[in-house]
Each structure stands twice: as structure tokens, then as C-alpha cells.
């Protein structure tokens, strides 16, 4: 009978905990901007996808893969607003572009992690 009892805990622990220690933010560079005609079916298509499923058809993760190339500055000024401690950047890609975000990452004074696979 005790086995109630710990999944009831286990589930008000998760409710109280509800802030995020990791945020990803997905970008398919390759891929067209939406404000590019031949994107915006492919962003629409993504859309209505991740409504529906609330999954991402590219990764299968909850988080959103967005068409295009980020606008860095604006993206990691949200993220240095909403930081609650000490930032690290995980990149994985080409080397060009993660000398681009490298660079943010220590003008924003987060860490910065080049991933090889």
C-alpha cells in the first residue's frame, strides 16, 4: 500500500521543480527562413506537425527545429535574460559557424563547447 504514496510524492516533487536546467534551441541552417517562398512550406508543413504530435519531426524531441539561421544577437540576449546561473553553449556543426558562436558565447559571458561526432 505504500506504493501510492511514493509515486504521489514522486509527482509533487516534479510539480514543484518545473524550472528548466536545460534549454535547446534547434536550427536546421541549411534550410530556408521562412521569409524565403520555398521555406515557408517547409515551415508550415513543421508547424502543423509539431501542433498536432507536439513532438518535432526532424529530432522527435518536444523542442521546435526552426528553418534558417538564428539572429545570434537577439537569441542570446533572451538567453542572458532568462539565465538563472552559469551559461554553457553546446554546439555541434560546422567549424565556421562555431567560431560565430563562440565568439557570442564569450561577448554574453557563457561558456562555449565545440561537440565532434
Known amino acids: ?9 514522486a509527482s509533487l516533487c ?21 521569409t ?5 512550406g517547409l515551415q508550415l508543413a513543421l508547424d502543423l506537425i509539431h501542433e498536432s ?3 518535432d519531426l526532424v529530432t522527435g524531441l518536444q523542442t521546435r527545429t526552426q528553418a534558417g539561421r538564428p539572429d545570434f544577437d537577439l537569441l542570446f540576449k533572451r538567453i542572458q ?5 552559469k551559461v554553457t553553449v553546446f554546439f555541434c ?3 565556421l559557424l562555431g567560431k560565430t558562436l563562440k565568439v557570442f558565447s564569450h561577448q554574453y559571458g557563457f561558456a562555449f563547447r565545440h561537440e565532434y561526432f
Open 1 to 9: 500500500m505504500q506504493l501510492p504514496l511514493v509515486s504521489q510524492h
Open 14 to 34: 516534479d510539480e514543484s521543480q518545473k524550472e528548466n536546467i536545460l534549454d535547446m534551441y534547434m536550427y536546421m541552417t541549411s534550410a530556408p527562413p521562412k
Open 36 to 40: 524565403d517562398m520555398k521555406g515557408l
Open 53 to 55: 504530435e507536439k513532438t
Open 81 to 85: 535574460e532568462n539565465a538563472k546561473g
Open 93 to 95: 556543426g560546422s567549424p
